[in-house]
């Protein structure tokens, strides 16, 4: 079962999913493997400790970090790019999961 969402989530990426379809949901991930989103999640953090919600945003997150830092985007087109309407959220979230902010993430790994 996790390989089967890491495999759907790496394919909603590479897919560019994100831009037209927005960011890939609980209730998605439930439908494409034939589970309710309360046994998915539930699943998930019997397994693995992290709810379906966090694994979400850990892969987001995974996604943004490689996106800062082979790119020359900005944050914004990042946000935008990884399917967030407004990229305040996407630096809340960021700052929220890594301690920085994605600019101070940049600026590090720079």
Do not use: C, W
């Given at each position: 079962?996790?390989?089967?969402?890491?495999?759907?989530?790496?394919?909603?990426?590479?897919?560019?999913?994100l831009?037209?379809?927005g960011?890939?949901t609980?209730?998605?991930?439930?439908?494409?493997?034939?589970?309710?989103?309360?046994?998915?999640s539930?699943?998930?953090?019997?397994?693995?400790g992290?709810?379906?919600?966090?694994h979400?945003h850990?892969?987001?997150?995974?996604?943004?970090?490689?996106?800062?830092?082979?790119?020359?985007?900005?944050?914004?087109?990042?946000a935008?790019?990884?399917?967030?309407?407004?990229?305040?959220?996407?630096?809340?979230?960021?700052?929220?999961?890594?301690?920085?902010?994605?600019?101070?993430?940049?600026?590090?790994?720079?």
């Open positions: 079962m996790l390989q089967q969402i890491e495999e759907l989530l790496n394919t909603y990426f590479e897919e560019d999913k831009v037209s379809h960011m890939p609980v209730q998605f991930l439930a439908e494409q493997l034939n589970f309710t989103p309360n046994y998915l539930d699943m998930l953090r019997t397994l693995t992290l709810s379906a919600q966090q979400i850990q892969k987001l997150i995974e996604k943004s970090k490689e996106l800062l830092s082979t790119t020359n985007l900005t944050v914004s087109e990042v935008y790019q990884l399917g967030f309407e407004h990229p305040q959220s996407f630096n809340r979230l960021f700052k929220t999961k890594t301690s920085l902010t994605p600019l101070e993430f940049r600026q590090a790994f720079n």
